[in-house]
């Protein structure tokens, strides 16, 4: 079963407009997210994370909101750029996925972000 | 500049065949991770290692092997390739500690025929 869920394979935007991406868990265990961004032929690069005592976290025009009734985040982009075009992907870990020093991740299915000139 | 460098980009096997991917970090990380990507699936991890010669499954750790002789290097191993194995294949490595993000490769594309 998917405890990470990205409902939206992908999203197309108009350059300069907000791009939001949006990522639902069911683990309610989860206390921490991270986004990851990929462009073809790379790896993930980290992006932005958010602890679950809060519920907002701001890094230059990413913005990540955390809300925990619903077991749902999203990534906000403003303004989007040409170069945000790739897959992001949303990833939780939990306490109980900590072993020996070592934090598993359980990552979303990632969304294709394509921004338009 | 940091790196995990995993040593081939693109691979293809044949069926039955043993076939090793490498990776290597140079940050002195503690732990290692071995993830596939598959469309629609995401990442999904194989095995991580949490220091030298210790090894943990991870969510699908059938069909596959791994070998952490050294802790800069972390080997994952297919026993016998089969064609369910073709994907994209991706290391990544982290300190020791919670909350730390993880550092990735660039991933392997192996594909089996």
């Known amino acids: 079963d998917q405890q990470v869920k990205q409902n939206s394979p992908s999203l197309s935007v108009q350059e300069g407009r907000i791009s939001i991406l949006n990522c639902d868990y069911t683990?309610?265990?989860?206390?921490?997210f991270l986004w990851y961004k990929k462009y073809p032929a790379e790896g993930p690069t980290f992006l932005i994370s958010?602890?679950?005592?809060?519920d907002k976290n701001e890094d230059g025009r990413f913005t990540v909101f955390l809300n925990k009734s619903a077991k749902h985040l999203s990534l906000h982009i403003v303004p989007s750029q040409p170069g945000d075009s790739a897959v992001y992907f949303c990833?939780?870990?939990?306490?109980?996925?900590?072993?020996?020093?070592?934090?598993?991740?359980?990552f979303g299915q990632g969304t294709r972000l394509t921004i338009n000139p | 500049d940091v790196k995990v460098t995993q040593s081939s980009r693109y691979l293809v096997k044949r069926t039955g065949e043993k076939v090793f991917l490498e990776c290597v970090q140079d940050?002195?990380?503690?732990?290692m991770f071995w993830y596939r990507q598959d469309p629609g699936l995401g990442l999904r991890l194989i095995y991580f290692?949490?220091?030298?010669?210790?090894?943990e499954k991870g969510d699908i750790p059938e069909g596959y092997s791994v070998s952490r002789e050294k802790k800069e290097r972390f080997s994952l191993i297919l026993e016998s390739a089969s064609t369910n194995q073709t994907s994209m294949y991706l290391c990544?490595?982290?300190?020791?500690?919670?909350?730390?993000?993880?550092?990735f490769g660039s991933g392997t594309r192996l594909t089996v025929v």
């Open positions: 683990n309610s265990m989860f206390d921490y």
């Open positions: 990833a939780a870990s939990a306490l109980a996925l900590y072993f020996q020093g070592a934090q598993k991740l359980v």
């Open positions: 990544a490595s982290s300190p020791k500690g919670q909350h730390y993000g993880y550092t």
């Open positions: 940050m002195d990380h503690e732990n």
């Open positions: 290692s949490y220091d030298v010669k210790m090894k």
């Open positions: 958010i602890s679950s005592i809060k």
